[in-house]
């Protein structure tokens, strides 16, 4: 049986400070390799902090270029990072508070809150 190293980043979000965000998580991701982690897990709506009144102007889709450095890290490292942030699907004008997976071989996967 192999084993997977999991982690809960106990991160701190600035409210719609989504460079400093990514920043901080790069440091995360960093710290957490470091350590052996395979897979990184962020709070919900880490990216933008949860403000519900900033979210609409935040809101990305999936392959937005924003999180470049977050994908481009989580395959130099070899990790898989979960990070929370608003997401719009297909051009869609609904916002959803979503996830995405960043995975170690650049993939790039949505899960959208359900309830």
């Known amino acids: 049986m192999t084993a997977l190293t999991i ?3 106990q991160s701190i979000s600035i409210a719609g400070d989504v460079p400093g965000n990514i920043a901080r998580h ?3 991701m ?9 897979l990184l897990v962020f709070p919900e ?3 933008t902090g949860y ?3 900033l979210a609409a102007g935040l809101a990305i889709a999936p392959g937005d270029d924003v999180v470049a450095p977050l ?4 395959r ?6 979960v990070v929370g942030m608003p997401i719009r699907l297909g051009g869609a004008s609904e916002v959803l ?3 995405l997976v960043l995975g170690p071989d650049g993939s790039v996967a949505v899960y959208t809150k359900q309830h």
């Open 7 to 9: 982690a809960a980043a």
């Open 26 to 28: 790069l440091a995360f």
């Open 30 to 38: 960093r710290v957490a390799a470091e350590h052996g982690v395979q």
């Open 45 to 47: 709506l880490s990216l």
């Open 51 to 53: 403000e519900p009144s």
């Open 71 to 74: 994908r481009e890290m989580a």
């Open 76 to 81: 130099e490292l070899r990790i898989t990072a």
């Open 97 to 99: 508070i979503g996830a």
